[in-house]
């Protein structure tokens, strides 16, 4: 059964701190997308990045980088110097070939605090 | 600039009543969606639409219903609201027939059911 395991519940960082959000993901499906939102106070979830599962390169975007390792079925998320505007939930979510995109699975989301 | 709102940030209401909860997205996405947020649970599927007037079941529908009269608006029914109902409600919607694509969320209803 497809699942999505975001084992850190919250995270307390200081500014400038290099943090690490997990992520590991369990399918049958060979083909599916792995998929990064944050989600700031505001409530509104916004999309970081997806991956596909033929893709595993990683991937930088300034201070944000992922790393997808199919052999260990994670897709873990790191911030560099963290900066307090990167406080809010990051929730990992799984969308697979087989259900055509209209069953995404979302972690239960980890809680960055980044305190100045 | 793709937009999905949502009629209310908060909401109180008191148990057994009605409540209507409304989407509109002006992206021209067929496909719409409702989560339900709960700590601890991350998001759970409770219904979703793929057309006009389409609906399909998702993982927790008991207690809700929907409506899709028009593309761009989905509305999330509680046809007599429970304590167990209070929750963030997440609306998002999406292109196409395609798994790769990206939802897009509006800001979420806070519902307190008292």
């Known amino acids: 059964a497809q699942k999505v395991t975001q084992a850190q519940t919250e995270i307390s960082v200081v500014e400038k701190e290099d943090v690490t959000l997990d992520c590991v993901y369990e399918?049958?499906?060979?083909?599916?997308?792995l998929f990064w939102y944050k989600q700031p106070p505001s409530g509104e979830l916004v999309f970081l990045i997806r991956?596909?599962?033929?893709?595993?390169q990683n991937e930088i975007s300034g201070r944000y980088s992922w790393n997808f390792q199919k052999s260990t079925s994670s897709f873990n998320f790191t911030i560099t110097a963290s900066q307090v505007v990167d406080s809010a939930v990051y929730f990992c979510?799984?969308?697979?070939?087989?259900?055509?995109?209209?069953?995404?699975?979302f972690g239960a989301g980890t809680r960055l605090f980044v305190k100045a | 600039d793709v937009k999905v709102t949502q009629s209310s940030r908060y909401l109180v209401k008191r148990t057994g009543e009605k409540v209507f909860l409304e989407c509109v997205q002006d992206?021209?996405?067929?496909?719409m969606f409702w989560y339900r947020q709960d700590p601890g649970l991350g998001l759970r599927l409770i219904y979703f639409?793929?057309?006009?007037?389409?609906?399909e079941k998702g993982d927790i529908p008991e207690g809700y219903s929907v409506s899709r009269e028009k593309k761009e608006r989905f509305s999330l029914i509680l046809e007599s609201a429970s304590t167990n109902q209070t929750s963030m409600y997440l609306c998002?919607?999406?292109?196409?027939?395609?798994?790769?694509?990206?939802?897009?969320f509006g800001p979420g209803t806070r519902l307190l059911v008292l």
């Open positions: 639409s793929y057309d006009v007037k389409m609906k």
């Open positions: 998002a919607s999406l292109r196409g027939r395609a798994f790769q694509e990206t939802q897009y």
């Open positions: 992206m021209d996405h067929e496909n």
């Open positions: 399918t049958r499906d060979t083909t599916y997308y």
């Open positions: 991956r596909n599962s033929f893709d595993e």
């Open positions: 979510a799984l969308s697979e070939q087989n259900t055509g995109g209209f069953k995404t699975i």
